[in-house]
């Protein structure tokens, strides 16, 4: 009989071992070895030999961030909303972000991140555009992601600009080539505090709705539901946000400067 026990006792642990594995949050990226993460907009990759520049938005700053909590690598795939559940579904992602998960079906979980935001405007201090009505006619410019800020600006009656990454964007209206940029409100402030964007600190009125970011996952992983939300949790107490909002707004800042090479040509 002691044999026979023996072997029972080895497939219970066996089992217990196979269904603390199907627990394990995010096991599929665990046994891949690799985070792959979807997001709604990648930028095209720079020219060979040209510099590379910081990306619109935190997306690729809360991947690596979630990425380092679980130990893996990170991989980025481009993936519109509409077509996340389908994604999830084959096991090409892991999880994607998205504003929001209204239109997503049954299969699919949101979970909130914490980190809302809206378009700010970036203008010249000695300018008198103070609200969106005066934007009407006028040059807006923003990043080629910022698909908010070009949906807000096209509202407002404004000549739509877009550019690969933000600090172009900027660039051009440092430089008098473009009357206001937008970014996210969230990123707005940190990069106001940097003596060389005093006079770039006007805005205009604030206008368009608040979104926020939000994690897409399959609803019967509940083990990496329960995972993602304790971690969201733990960002927003450790104040996440605003550290990765002011470390965007310190990289774009230098991206800038070095775009520049010399102060502004309004002096």
């Not at 497939?11 to 990226?29: K, R, V």
């Not at 555009?129 to 006028?138: K, S, Y």
Request: hydrophobic share 50%.
């Amino acid at each position: 009989m002691i044999r026979p026990l023996r072997f029972l006792a080895l497939g219970a642990c066996l089992a217990a071992a196979a269904a603390q594995a199907q627990a394990e949050p995010f096991a599929a990226a665990r046994a891949r070895g690799e985070l792959v993460v979807g997001v709604p907009y990648l930028a095209p990759p720079p020219e060979a030999g040209a510099k590379i520049r910081t990306p619109d938005g935190l997306d690729a700053a809360m991947a690596d961030k979630l990425g380092q909590r679980l130990g893996l690598p990170v991989r980025l795939r481009q993936l519109p909303p509409q077509q996340a559940a389908a994604a999830l579904a084959a096991g090409e992602v892991d999880l994607a972000l998205a504003d929001g998960a209204a239109s997503q079906p049954a299969s699919v979980a949101a979970q909130p991140t914490g980190y809302a935001f809206r378009p700010k405007a970036v203008i010249r201090s000695d300018t008198r555009l103070r609200q969106p009505a005066d934007a009407r006619g006028r040059s807006v410019c923003m990043a080629e992601a910022a698909t908010a800020s070009k949906a807000l600006a096209e509202n407002w009656g404004a000549v739509v600009r877009t550019y690969r990454v933000p600090s172009d964007a900027l660039v051009a209206v440092r430089e008098g080539n473009c009357d206001i940029g937008l970014v996210d409100d969230a990123v707005w402030g940190p990069l106001m505090r940097f003596p060389e964007w005093k006079k770039f600190s006007s805005t205009l009125a604030a206008d368009g709705a608040t979104r926020e970011r939000v994690w897409l996952l399959p609803a019967d992983d509940a083990a990496s539901r329960g995972w993602l939300g304790q971690e969201m949790r733990a960002w927003d107490q450790a104040g996440a946000w605003k550290a990765m909002a002011a470390k965007w707004a310190r990289d774009v800042a230098f991206d800038v400067y070095l775009d520049q090479e010399v102060p502004d040509c309004h002096g």
